[in-house]
C-alpha cells in the first residue's frame, strides 16, 4: 500500500487510517441506535491517537513472546476486519490441518446460528428479560453488555472457539517435544490474549458504553496513562503514591549494621523481653525486593518473626547498575557465606539459622554444600526454603525463557552489564497475560478506571536490576542445563559444590499452586540433600503461599509424619491444617533451638555494643 504523493505509507499509518475508517463506521452504527449520542462519541482526534497508543502497546508486548517473522497482523478493530485476522492467523497454525481448518469453520457457522437464533426468540413473550445461554464462559466477557446485543455476543464466542480450538490443537499435537510443546504453547497463549476482542475500544461494548458517559475522558485518561507506561517501559498496576519504602511498608524497625557493595544486612528492633538463641539470617530473592516478607505490618513475615522472640537478620541486596557488572556467579555464594560469618561474630554465636526464598534458596543450598566440603556447616543450625528449586527437570514456567534465543534475547538487553528490571518485570507479567497485561489495559487504559492500592502490586513493579554474568549463569548452568544436582560440576569460590553433602536440617515449603516454582520441583530438594527434612505444602501460590499470616486465616497446608518417598505418596498421606503454616515453622524452629537469652546488648542494634549505618529499612531497597 501506498500514498500517490509520499510513497509507502508506514504500517502505524495504514493501522490508524483503518481505525479511523472503522471509528467513523462504528460513530454511524451507534447513531442509528442512539442518534442523541454524537456529542458524547470520541472525535477523530481521540480515535487517532488511543489508535497510535494500542498499536504501539500491543507491538511492544508481543516482541518479548514471538520472533518478528510470526508476529500477527496488526490488530484491526471492527468486527468483519478483526474475524478475517483472526482467521487468517488461524490458518497459518502449524497445528491445524486442513481438516480441522473446516472443522473450525463449519462448527463456527453452527455457533453463528445458534446465537442468533436465540436473539430471535428473545422477542417471544415472556423472553425479553431472559441471558441468553451462550456455550461459552469467560471472565474477560462477564459484564452483561457482552451478551446484550448480537454482535457482541458473536464476537466474543467465535473468539472463544477460535482460542479453544488453537490450544487444543497445541495440546493433541503430534511429534512435538514435551519442551517444544510448552513453548508453542506459550506463544500461542499470548497472542490469543492480544487479540482477544475485549482489548480494543471499537469492539468493546463496556468500552463503548463507558466512552459515551464519559464523552470520551476514559479515552483521553488512558491515552495518558499508556503514554506514560511507554515512556518509563513498565505496565504500571497500582497507585504508587500511597505506599511509602519505610513508611507504611518495609517498616518493621531495625537497623542497617553491615554494608558491602552488593547487599545490606537488616537487623530488626527485638519487641520481646528475651529472644531465641540462634538469631535467624533470611536471604529473600536477588531478583525482588526483600520487603516482600515486610509489607504491611498485618503482611509482615518479618515484624511476626520479631515478635515470636526470633533475632532476624534480612540481607537486602542492591539493584545492579554500571558498577556491579563486575559481580558473577561466584559473588553471591560469597555474600552469603559473608553474611552468615557478619552475624555470628556481631552477635557472638556459633551459629544461624536461615532461609533461602526463591532463587535465593537455590543458592542457599549450594552454599550449604560448599560449607559442608569445608568442614564449616555447623554455622549454620538449621535451612529453611520456601518455593526453591535445586533441581530443575521440572521447573516451572520460567523455563519457557532459557532456550537460545530467549537467552541472546537477554544477553542484547544486558548490554550495559546489568539486565534492566523491567524485562523480568515483562516476562513474568507475560506468564499469566491476560490477568497482569491485557487485564490491567482493560481497565485502566480503555475503561479509565482508577488504579488500586494494594501493597503486592506495588512490591511487584519495584523492579530490580541484575548483574548481567550471574544472571546469563544462573540461566544458563542451572535452568537450562541442570547442572547443579550433578556433584561436582559447579564451584563456588573454588570450591565444588555436592548436594549430597548437604546434613544441615531442612524445612522445605512449597505452594500447591506455584507455577513459578512447582511443588514436584520443588520436592526434589528431598532427594539430594541427605539430612533431615520436614516438607510442607502450603495452600496457594508462589507468593500468597508464602506471605500468609495467622492473623489471615486463609489457605491451608498439608504434613504428613510417616513415611513417603514421592510428592504423591506425601499428598496421599497428608493431613490438612486450616490457615497459616508459619506456626508449623517456628514450631519446627524452637525444636532445635530453645533457649532464650535478654533482649539486650548486641540484640539490640543501634547502641554501642552493635552500631549501625542508618535506619532500616535503609539505602539499598531504594536504589533504582
Known sequence: MSDKNNGPQDPADIFTEMLRMQGEAARQMMLTFAPDAESSLPDRTTVDAMGEAMMEFQKTWLQFCLPEDQRPAPMLADPAAWMKAMQEW?????????????????????????????????????????????????????????????????????????????????????????????????????????????????????????????????????????????EKGQLTHTDTSKFEVGGNIAATPGKVIYETELFQLIQYSPSTPEVIATPLVIFPPWINRFYILDLNPKKSFVRWAVEQGLTVVMVSWRSADESLTHIDWDDYFRAQIEAIDVVRERLKVPSVHTIGYCVAGTTLAGTLAVLAERGEADKVKSATFFTAQVDFQHAGDLKLFIDDGKLEMIRQASKGGYLDGRYLAAAFNMLRGSDLIWNYVVNHYLLGEEYPAFDLLFWNGDVTN???????????????????????????????????????????????????????????????????????????????????????????????????????????????????????????????????????????????????????????VKMR
Do not use: C
Not at 453488555?145 to 480450538?165: C, G, K, M
Not at 486450616?578 to 515453622?585: A, F, H, K
Open 466 to 620: 541484575l548483574p548481567a554474568k550471574w544472571h546469563a549463569a544462573y540461566l544458563r548452568d542451572l535452568y537450562r542445563d541442570n547442572l547443579l544436582v550433578e556433584p561436582g560440576a559447579l564451584s563456588a569460590d573454588g570450591t565444588p559444590i555436592d548436594l549430597t553433602r548437604v546434613k544441615t536440617p531442612s524445612y522445605i515449603q512449597a505452594g500447591r499452586e506455584d507455577h513459578i516454582a512447582p511443588p514436584e520441583s520443588v520436592w526434589k530438594i528431598t532427594e539430594h540433600f541427605s539430612g533431615p527434612i520436614r516438607f510442607v505444602l502450603a495452600g496457594s501460590g508462589h507468593i500468597a503461599g508464602v506471605v500468609n499470616p495467622p492473623g489471615a486465616n486463609k489457605y491451608q497446608y498439608w504434613t504428613n509424619e510417616g513415611d513417603f518417598d514421592s510428592l504423591k505418596s506425601f499428598v496421599d498421606g497428608a493431613s490438612e491444617t486450616p490457615g497459616s503454616w508459619w506456626p508449623d515453622w517456628f514450631a519446627w524452629i524452637e525444636s532445635h533451638d530453645s533457649k532464650r537469652l535478654k533482649a539486650t546488648g548486641v540484640r539490640k542494634p543501634g547502641g554501642k555494643a552493635n552500631p549501625a549505618i542508618e535506619d532500616a529499612p535503609g539505602r539499598y
Open 90 to 230: 488461524s490458518a497459518t497454525a502449524p497445528m491445524l490441518d486442513f481438516a480441522a481448518q473446516q472443522k473450525l469453520l463449519s462448527d463456527g457457522i453452527e455457533l453463528w446460528q445458534d446465537v442468533l437464533a436465540q436473539y430471535a426468540d428473545k422477542g417471544d413473550a415472556g423472553e425479553s428479560e431472559s441471558d441468553p445461554q451462550l456455550p461459552r464462559r469467560d471472565n474477560r466477557f462477564k459484564d452483561k453488555a457482552w451478551r446484550e446485543q448480537p454482535v457482541f455476543a458473536l464476537i466474543h464466542q467465535t473468539y472463544l472457539l477460535f482460542a479453544e480450538r488453537l490450544s487444543q490443537s497445541v495440546d493433541t499435537a503430534e511429534g512435538l517435544s514435551d519442551e517444544d510443546r510448552k513453548n508453542l504453547r506459550f506463544a500461542t497463549q499470548n497472542v490469543l490474549d492480544a487479540m482477544s476482542p475485549a482489548n480494543f475500544p471499537l469492539m468493546n461494548p463496556v468500552v463503548l458504553e463507558r466512552t459515551m458517559e464519559t464523552g470520551g475522558d476514559n479515552l483521553m485518561r488512558g491515552i495518558e496513562r499508556l503514554s506514560a507506561d511507554l
